[in-house]
């Protein structure tokens, strides 16, 4: 499925997992790491994105 947005999102992907097929297709990506109990990238500051663990309890240990 092509992503009209994709252009634009890519503007605000912090993805750094450079194989991801998913870059800049958000609902795709939502729906992958949903699937895995997981969130994207864009829910991360760039220092924590890099370190791959997309899990809810590193993004509260984020943001708290």
Do not use: V, W
Not at 8 to 19: A, F, G, I, L
Not at 24 to 50: D, M, Q, V, W
């Amino acid at each position: 499925m092509e992503c009209p947005q994709k252009e634009k999102n890519m503007d605000m992907c912090n993805c750094t997992y450079e194989p991801c097929p998913r870059k800049g297709k958000c609902c795709e990506c939502i729906a992958y790491h949903r699937r895995s109990n997981e969130l994207p990238a864009c829910f991360f500051s760039a220092r924590t994105e890099k370190t791959y663990d997309r899990s809810f309890r590193a993004f509260i240990r984020e943001n708290s």
